[in-house]
């Protein structure tokens, strides 16, 4: 229990609370305004954490994820603009609620949802990472190659609306994971002559410009549009008010999503997005007053913000026990933990158990902070709003040019960047999603060291991913899960 103590000891220290508020308001302006991302948030807040401890860069980080993901809640619900995409479910019925002169009323609803979907979360993440970690112990190189294959198979069939252009950005992702040297010959990969590419594509660098940069691009192709002024809040007083009869019709709604949003947080590649407007789908089909939504129904507003938020802890449940990032957040997340020495996995309980604890505080104290400021924040954020896009775009990329060179002092990071930046908007025109090319970016390079040392252990032989009964497990889930695919894909055409 020693480092239990030790892990709230340091999440305590004045200084890591004072970083984790600041973050947590940080996160709450960014969500709240429409263009800014929790992706480029916390891309952006990387380079700043590589001279802080690994506590604080971990407080700050997840200060950020989880509540830019409520930030995204106030626009969705006083502009109909979702600050973030997974507050897009949100804006069904909050925006008619703010037009009915209840802003009050919805933004109250997503905050008592989105804590509770966060803790509960994080509650499933306590209970459930250890034993999956202790599970995953026992993995060698060819269990660890069919679960990474099966990961992999997941990201590419099911992120995204359209599974071919989710395998062809996860096939990018891996193709580009294999420049540099090789993991065991140490011999040059598509290096093309240029010796700045012997160390691989720079994480940092290219997932600012994948989700940062890239942004910049698609809000100058706009014209940098304002947001638009807010609605004011002057609705009467006792509309507004959140009271018992309210809180009974939401329970079971927030309940039921926080445990879909759960499920869904801990598959990878699906994400927030999916988990909100999957919970409003069945909250609505539950609900008696089904007629309601997308009227104004403070259950449709529960449901989505109740699910995204859960997401954020238990997309943490692979990335721990297992190191595979669920969505393209915890993707950043694992490149900054591994930047600051810790590796996680199922080793990391063993090895850095304070490193554990101090995530579930953080993720704890970073949902009673959201619910504490978001009450307080509520009319500051809706000023924040009226920030024009076009003044607040060329700081941020003064940040990213800074972020990408600070790690090496190396201009070709900054180049790495730029490219990172054209080739994100150049997916996004093409409707490619980002998340699966950043997973597979980050999964492809494990896959292939666990496969080729699995191939050594049988001296070039296949047949040992079959005969494992893990492996051939996870490889027949992955041809089920192709099938199933193919199937629909099929279905879609012939309609």
């Not at 192709?221 to 002057?234: H, I, K, Q």
Request: neutral net charge; proline residues 6%.
């Amino acid at each position: 229990m020693t480092f239990v103590y030790v892990a709230l000891g340091e999440v305590l220290q004045a200084s890591n609370l004072l970083i984790l508020v600041a973050s947590v308001v940080v996160g709450l302006v960014t969500g709240a305004i429409p263009g800014l991302t929790v992706n480029m948030a916390v891309a952006l807040a990387v380079p700043l954490t590589l001279s802080m401890s690994p506590v604080a860069s971990i407080m700050m980080l997840l200060g950020l994820y989880c509540s830019g993901v409520y930030g995204g809640s106030v626009s969705a619900i006083l502009l109909n603009a979702p600050g973030t995409p997974a507050s897009a479910a949100t804006s069904l019925d909050g925006y008619p609620l703010a037009k009915q002169g209840r802003a009050g009323l919805a933004l109250k609803v997503a905050i008592l949802a989105s804590v509770v979907g966060g803790l509960f979360s994080v509650m499933l993440l306590i209970l459930v990472a250890p034993g999956l970690a202790e599970i995953a112990l026992r993995f060698g190189p060819v269990e660890l190659a069919g679960l990474l294959l099966f990961s992999l198979a997941l990201v590419a069939l099911v992120s995204g609306a359209d599974p071919m252009k989710a395998m062809v950005a996860t096939g990018l992702g891996v193709l580009m994971s294999s420049v540099g040297s090789d993991p065991m010959l140490g011999t040059p990969r598509f290096i093309f002559g240029i010796n700045d590419f012997y160390d691989g594509i720079p994480f940092i660098p290219l997932l600012i410009g994948l989700f940062a940069v890239s942004e910049m691009l698609f809000a100058a192709e706009n014209r940098f549009r304002g947001t638009g002024a807010p609605l004011e809040m002057s609705g009467q007083r006792e509309a507004n008010r959140l009271g018992r009869t309210e809180v009974r019709r939401i329970a079971l709604p927030v309940l039921s999503s926080s445990a879909i949003g759960s499920f869904v947080g801990m598959l990878p590649g699906l994400g927030a997005s999916v988990s909100s407007f999957l919970s409003y789908s069945v909250a609505q089909k539950t609900s008696p007053h089904a007629d309601e939504f997308g009227k104004g129904a403070i259950e449709g507003v529960a449901s989505a913000e109740a699910a995204n938020n859960a997401v954020t802890g238990s997309a943490m449940i692979p990335l721990l026990a297992l190191a595979i990032p669920g969505d393209s957040v915890t993707a950043i997340l694992l490149g900054a933990l591994m930047i600051q020495g810790v590796a996680p996995g199922p080793m990391i309980f063993a090895t850095a158990p304070d490193m554990v604890y101090t995530i579930y505080f953080a993720l704890l104290l970073a949902n009673i902070f959201i619910a504490v400021l978001a009450l307080v924040a509520i009319r500051p954020l809706t000023q924040v709003l009226r920030l024009p896009q076009v003044y607040l775009y060329p700081v941020i990329l003064v940040m990213c040019v800074a972020g990408s060179y600070v790690l090496r002092s190396s201009g070709w990071d900054v180049a790495t960047m730029f490219a990172g930046g054209l080739l994100g908007y150049l997916l996004r025109r093409m409707a490619l999603p980002l998340a699966p090319l950043l997973i597979a970016f980050i999964l492809a390079a494990p896959f292939e060291e666990a496969l080729r040392q699995g191939l050594t252990m049988s001296r070039g032989n296949l047949a040992v991913f079959f005969s494992n009964p893990i492996s051939l497990g996870f490889i027949m889930v992955t041809m089920l899960l192709i099938a199933g695919s193919a199937f629909m894909s099929m279905r879609k055409v012939a309609k």
